[in-house]
Protein backbone atom coordinates (compact mmCIF):
# COMPACT_ATOMS: atom_id res chain seq x y z
CA UNK A 1 0.00 0.00 0.00
CA UNK A 2 1.02 3.27 -1.15
CA UNK A 3 1.74 6.10 2.10
CA UNK A 4 0.94 9.42 1.00
CA UNK A 5 2.74 11.80 2.76
CA UNK A 6 1.15 14.71 4.88
CA UNK A 7 2.58 17.45 2.56
CA UNK A 8 0.81 15.93 0.04
CA UNK A 9 -2.87 15.11 2.09
CA UNK A 10 -2.29 19.08 2.69
CA UNK A 11 -1.68 19.62 -1.19
CA UNK A 12 -4.87 18.10 -1.84
CA UNK A 13 -7.08 19.65 0.92
CA UNK A 14 -5.71 22.73 -0.62
CA UNK A 15 -3.42 24.18 1.20
CA UNK A 16 -0.25 25.73 -0.28
CA UNK A 17 2.82 24.21 -0.04
CA UNK A 18 6.69 25.68 0.62
CA UNK A 19 8.39 27.41 -2.41
CA UNK A 20 5.22 28.44 -3.42
CA UNK A 21 5.52 32.75 -4.27
CA UNK A 22 2.86 33.56 -2.07
CA UNK A 23 4.12 31.87 1.40
CA UNK A 24 7.04 34.72 0.77
CA UNK A 25 5.33 37.71 0.73
CA UNK A 26 4.29 40.11 2.94
CA UNK A 27 -0.09 39.94 2.58
CA UNK A 28 -1.91 43.27 1.58
CA UNK A 29 -4.03 44.57 4.52
CA UNK A 30 -7.74 45.08 4.17
CA UNK A 31 -9.20 48.85 3.98
CA UNK A 32 -11.54 48.11 6.41
CA UNK A 33 -14.47 48.79 6.60
CA UNK A 34 -14.08 49.60 2.60
CA UNK A 35 -12.91 46.26 1.76
CA UNK A 36 -15.85 44.16 4.61
CA UNK A 37 -17.05 42.41 1.32
CA UNK A 38 -13.62 40.83 0.59
CA UNK A 39 -12.18 40.09 3.63
CA UNK A 40 -15.77 38.24 4.52
CA UNK A 41 -15.61 36.56 1.31
CA UNK A 42 -11.45 35.55 2.68
CA UNK A 43 -12.50 34.58 5.91
CA UNK A 44 -15.39 32.01 4.78
CA UNK A 45 -12.87 30.67 2.52
CA UNK A 46 -10.42 30.21 5.70
CA UNK A 47 -13.23 28.78 7.76
CA UNK A 48 -14.20 25.99 4.96
CA UNK A 49 -10.70 25.07 4.42
CA UNK A 50 -9.97 24.64 8.14
CA UNK A 51 -12.82 22.15 8.07
CA UNK A 52 -11.95 20.27 5.52
CA UNK A 53 -8.64 20.15 6.79
CA UNK A 54 -9.97 19.34 10.28
CA UNK A 55 -11.90 16.06 9.10
CA UNK A 56 -8.29 14.81 7.88
CA UNK A 57 -6.54 15.47 10.59
CA UNK A 58 -6.95 16.43 14.61
CA UNK A 59 -5.03 19.16 16.09
CA UNK A 60 -4.62 18.56 19.88
CA UNK A 61 -2.16 21.99 20.07
CA UNK A 62 -4.77 23.96 18.10
CA UNK A 63 -4.47 25.03 14.48
CA UNK A 64 -4.35 28.15 12.83
CA UNK A 65 -4.44 29.32 8.86
CA UNK A 66 -3.24 32.21 7.58
CA UNK A 67 -4.64 33.51 3.80
CA UNK A 68 -1.25 32.99 1.96
CA UNK A 69 -1.68 29.16 2.70
CA UNK A 70 -4.43 29.00 0.55
CA UNK A 71 -3.20 30.91 -1.85
CA UNK A 72 -4.81 34.42 -1.22
CA UNK A 73 -2.15 37.00 -0.63
CA UNK A 74 -3.99 39.22 1.91
CA UNK A 75 -3.79 40.10 5.55
CA UNK A 76 -6.35 37.36 7.01
CA UNK A 77 -6.10 34.01 9.54
CA UNK A 78 -7.88 31.71 11.78
CA UNK A 79 -6.72 30.12 14.97
CA UNK A 80 -8.97 27.51 16.28
CA UNK A 81 -7.59 27.26 19.91
CA UNK A 82 -6.79 23.75 21.60
CA UNK A 83 -9.66 23.48 23.48
CA UNK A 84 -12.60 22.11 21.35
CA UNK A 85 -15.29 24.39 22.83
CA UNK A 86 -13.40 27.40 22.22
CA UNK A 87 -14.06 30.14 19.00
CA UNK A 88 -11.84 30.37 16.47
CA UNK A 89 -10.13 34.04 16.55
CA UNK A 90 -10.02 35.27 13.24
CA UNK A 91 -7.31 38.09 12.72
CA UNK A 92 -7.58 40.55 10.21
CA UNK A 93 -4.27 43.06 9.26
CA UNK A 94 -3.22 41.57 13.03
CA UNK A 95 0.27 43.09 14.10
CA UNK A 96 2.16 41.91 16.85
CA UNK A 97 2.36 45.23 19.44
CA UNK A 98 4.81 44.03 21.95
CA UNK A 99 6.02 40.54 23.44
CA UNK A 100 7.86 38.86 26.25
CA UNK A 101 11.34 38.98 26.34
CA UNK A 102 11.23 35.58 28.03
CA UNK A 103 10.39 32.79 25.33
CA UNK A 104 10.49 29.30 25.04
CA UNK A 105 11.46 26.44 22.60
CA UNK A 106 8.76 24.13 21.50
CA UNK A 107 8.28 22.08 18.10
CA UNK A 108 5.81 23.09 15.36
CA UNK A 109 4.45 21.87 12.78
CA UNK A 110 3.02 23.85 9.47
CA UNK A 111 0.37 23.05 7.18
CA UNK A 112 2.22 24.26 3.98
CA UNK A 113 5.13 21.73 4.66
CA UNK A 114 3.35 18.92 6.95
CA UNK A 115 6.10 16.63 6.57
CA UNK A 116 8.20 18.05 9.17
CA UNK A 117 8.58 19.52 13.00
CA UNK A 118 10.80 22.35 13.77
CA UNK A 119 11.93 23.45 17.26
CA UNK A 120 11.06 27.40 17.31
CA UNK A 121 11.52 29.93 20.51
CA UNK A 122 8.55 32.50 20.75
CA UNK A 123 8.04 34.67 23.39
CA UNK A 124 5.41 33.27 26.09
CA UNK A 125 3.05 36.40 25.65
CA UNK A 126 2.31 38.82 22.67
CA UNK A 127 -0.18 41.88 22.55
CA UNK A 128 -1.80 41.82 19.09
CA UNK A 129 -3.66 44.38 17.52
CA UNK A 130 -6.32 43.52 14.63
CA UNK A 131 -8.83 44.79 12.57
CA UNK A 132 -12.74 44.08 12.69
CA UNK A 133 -14.89 43.88 9.97
CA UNK A 134 -16.48 47.01 10.91
CA UNK A 135 -13.01 49.32 10.83
CA UNK A 136 -12.54 49.27 14.48
CA UNK A 137 -9.14 48.20 16.03
CA UNK A 138 -8.93 45.58 19.01
CA UNK A 139 -6.18 44.72 21.29
CA UNK A 140 -5.52 41.20 22.83
CA UNK A 141 -2.46 39.87 24.60
CA UNK A 142 -2.15 36.04 24.06
CA UNK A 143 -0.05 33.48 26.37
CA UNK A 144 1.36 30.64 25.62
CA UNK A 145 0.17 28.30 23.13
CA UNK A 146 -2.26 30.46 22.00
CA UNK A 147 0.24 33.00 21.72
CA UNK A 148 2.59 30.74 19.69
CA UNK A 149 -0.14 29.62 17.72
CA UNK A 150 -1.04 33.55 16.56
CA UNK A 151 2.33 34.71 16.10
CA UNK A 152 3.20 31.57 13.48
CA UNK A 153 0.16 32.35 11.64
CA UNK A 154 1.27 36.32 11.99
CA UNK A 155 4.51 35.43 10.60
CA UNK A 156 2.79 33.78 7.50
CA UNK A 157 1.42 37.13 7.01
CA UNK A 158 5.16 38.62 7.03
CA UNK A 159 6.07 35.99 4.40
CA UNK A 160 7.98 34.32 7.13
CA UNK A 161 7.87 30.43 7.93
CA UNK A 162 8.18 28.70 11.70
CA UNK A 163 12.07 27.69 9.97
CA UNK A 164 13.24 31.46 9.78
CA UNK A 165 12.48 31.51 13.81
CA UNK A 166 14.74 27.90 14.47
CA UNK A 167 18.24 28.58 15.80
CA UNK A 168 21.10 28.69 12.77
CA UNK A 169 22.36 25.08 14.33
CA UNK A 170 19.25 23.55 14.46
CA UNK A 171 16.96 21.83 11.47
CA UNK A 172 13.16 20.62 11.27
CA UNK A 173 13.17 16.49 12.11
CA UNK A 174 10.99 13.94 9.89
CA UNK A 175 7.08 13.66 11.27
CA UNK A 176 7.94 10.39 11.78
CA UNK A 177 10.68 11.09 14.59
CA UNK A 178 8.32 13.51 15.98
CA UNK A 179 6.83 12.35 19.51
CA UNK A 180 4.48 14.75 21.04
CA UNK A 181 1.12 14.12 17.92
CA UNK A 182 -2.08 14.38 20.19
CA UNK A 183 -0.26 16.27 23.34
CA UNK A 184 -0.56 19.85 23.76
CA UNK A 185 2.42 21.93 24.59
CA UNK A 186 3.76 22.18 27.87
CA UNK A 187 4.48 25.06 30.01
CA UNK A 188 5.92 25.83 33.37
CA UNK A 189 3.37 27.26 35.66
Known sequence: ?????????????????????VLAERAREFDLPSEREVAEEVVEKLFTAMERIGQVHPF????????????????AALVQPAAADAPAIVLLNPRITDRSEETDEQFEGCLSFF???????????????????????????????LARLIHHEIDHLDGLLYTARMAADSEPIPVEQYRQSGQAWSYQR
Open 1 to 21: MIQVRPSERMRDLGVVQEGAP
Open 60 to 75: AKGMGLAAPQIGIGRA
Open 115 to 145: DVRGLAPRPLWITVVAGTLDGQVITTTYERG
